[in-house]
């Protein structure tokens, strides 16, 4: 025979079967001494442990109980006084630092991506500009010079990519951080 | 009465002292009990009173809804009462006899039992539970407490002890189980 599982005793025990399974369990129990049993003890329990009584240490010890709560409470305040607005309360104490912390973020970020764009403004012009002086696209149509603009050719390279590592020859990129070290 | 407490913990979240004193007389009983039913203790359930209060009083900002105050305040005294049975473990204290509490603290039976030799055998029984309850783990003790003799619903026990309802009910039925393999031939 099998008997019922824990959670289902413990279930009906505290009243939270649905009907159909409180009229199962219930008719599991009339033939099952077993579990019948298993439930009384667990009724047991329940009932003297729902029957302990609350000790009463009496008045005046919560009078002084309260007395010594006062003491510790109200002769050290620690608590601030509500704030008088939420722009007040935002600039209260642990707020305010954690506000700081956000704010120098930004400052960070800002300060870190202007960086950034100057130095990849600064590649690119210069690129040009010792192109332009070297005569590069002198002579060639516009349909050429666009080509040249768009396609990378060896020893050339896109803004911000790194000099291919198998090319051995001097490429622009070299005589640019060459020219950029001089200067 | 559960209006007049919201009303009372939003005056004491402006501010207002009297408001706390005011909730301290109206929980400090309740917590006292809930502490003396953990700790078996006189001592360690004033201890976890003063203390709850004083974190309440501390603390309050935290609470979000006044509503939830009573959570709250039971909240802070069991997890205060699990710390405490958690250092006792290492020094194992043993469970005061009644003469050693103060006064009229002493363990009884509900007054619904009237027949004298019924409620002797009850209060034989009881004292075996409780000290079977002693070496329950701490968060399974607790939720026996709150569930089986404070008589708090199981989402009630979930929100106090800030685990899901599901963790109560398994922590429940493993309790029971262990105090009823624990106690043997007294329940039958």
Not at chain 1, 15 to 25: F, H, I, R, T, Y
Not at chain 2, 160 to 184: Q, W, Y
Request: charged share 30%.
């Amino acid at each position: 025979m099998t008997h019922l599982n824990t959670t289902l005793l413990h279930d009906y025990l505290d009243g939270e079967l649905s009907l159909d399974q409180k009229a199962e369990v219930e008719n599991h129990l009339t033939d099952c001494k077993r579990c019948r049993l298993e439930l009384e003890a667990l009724k047991r329990l329940k009932a003297v442990l729902s029957s302990v009584e609350t000790p009463d240490p009496g008045p005046a010890y919560f009078k002084d109980l309260n007395d010594r709560i006062a003491a510790r409470t109200f002769s050290h305040d620690i608590r601030q006084p509500e704030p008088v607005s939420p722009v007040a309360r935002s600039l209260s104490g642990r707020d305010t630092l954690k506000t700081l912390i956000r704010l120098a973020a930004v400052i960070t970020l800002l300060f870190a991506s202007f960086y950034v764009s100057q130095i990849v403004q600064e590649n690119r012009s210069t690129r040009w500009a010792d192109k332009i002086t070297q005569g590069k696209y002198a002579g060639t149509d516009s349909i050429e010079s666009s080509r040249d603009i768009m396609e990378p050719q060896a020893g050339i390279n896109r803004v911000g990519s790194p000099p291919p590592v198998e090319n051995t020859t001097e490429s622009d990129y070299d005589i640019e951080k060459k020219d950029r070290i001089t200067e | 009465m559960t209006d007049d407490i919201t009303r009372l913990v939003t005056l004491f979240q402006k501010g207002d002292r009297q408001a706390f004193t005011l909730l301290v007389n109206a929980f400090q009983q309740r917590i006292y009990a809930l502490a003396f039913k953990i700790l078996l203790n006189h001592a360690e359930a004033d201890e976890v009173t003063q203390e709850t209060f004083v974190r309440v009083y501390n603390r309050i900002e935290q609470l979000k809804s006044p509503a939830h105050f009573s959570s709250f305040v039971h909240r802070i005294a069991t997890n205060y009462a699990i710390d405490l049975l958690r250092k006792r473990r290492g020094r194992m204290v043993a469970m005061p006899e009644e003469t050693e509490l103060p006064g009229s603290v002493q363990l009884a039976i509900a007054a619904k039992v009237t027949d004298p030799e019924k409620a002797l055998e009850n209060k034989e029984l009881l004292s075996s539970i409780l000290k079977a309850a002693e070496e329950l783990p701490p968060r399974q003790k607790m939720t026996l407490v709150l569930h089986d003799i404070e008589g708090l619903a199981k989402d009630e026990v979930a929100r106090i002890m800030g685990c899901p309802e599901a963790t109560v009910r398994s922590n429940l039925h493993i309790a029971r189980n262990k105090m009823k393999k624990k106690l043997g031939k007294l329940l039958h």
